[in-house]
């Protein structure tokens, strides 16, 4: 299976001890898997696994909200720009780009009581969904949509429903 193309920085913050490298591509292959419009090589993302004080400039300055979140999405294709480019394999286009919070998904992950790695991996799913053009804001269809992506993405992946309720 092929996955966009991958091209990460990742802060000192993000422990070394893990492969982000490796895990971000197993979800990005997982996100093809579910979404396969997100299967191609040729489109590029660059994700960032950043730490809260970036991710908080960042929604302060392009979404108003001033305070940090777990994952930023910017996507460059609409999502038939995405449909067509999935379509027509050849030149590189730039899906957009991912932006992690460090401290946002520790704490999120804290409180969900999982691994980091795995909150991680379903929120690098998330936004490659919104950069498709997927998005959970538009309604309850669409949310669930998203969601039950997700859910599958992350089973590909042996990791647990991310909505289940325990």
């Known amino acids: 299976m092929t996955a966009p193309t991958l091209e990460l920085d990742i802060d000192p913050v993000w ?12 979800a990005a292959e997982a996100a093809g898997v579910v979404a396969p419009e997100l299967a191609h090589e040729h489109l590029l993302v660059s994700l960032v696994m950043a730490d809260d004080e970036e991710v908080h400039a ?3 300055q392009w979404r108003a909200k001033d305070k940090p979140t777990n ?11 995405v449909l067509a480019a999935a379509a027509a394999p050849g030149a590189p286009g730039m899906l957009g780009d991912l932006i992690l919070a460090h401290g946002v998904c520790t704490r999120e992950a804290a409180d969900k009581g999982i691994a980091v790695e795995a ?27 998203m969601e039950a992506l997700e859910t599958k993405a992350l089973a590909h992946m042996g990791l647990a429903d991310p909505y289940a309720t325990h």
Do not use: K
Not at 71 to 81: A, G, I, N
């Open 15 to 26: 422990p070394g001890s893990t492969d982000w490298e490796e895990l971000a591509a197993r």
């Open 58 to 60: 960042l929604n302060r």
């Open 71 to 81: 994952v930023l999405s910017f996507p460059m294709l609409s999502r038939e720009e």
């Open 119 to 145: 909150h991680a991996a379903h929120l690098i799913v998330h936004g490659l969904l919104h950069l498709a053009g997927y998005d959970h804001e538009t309604g309850e269809d669409d949310a669930a949509e």
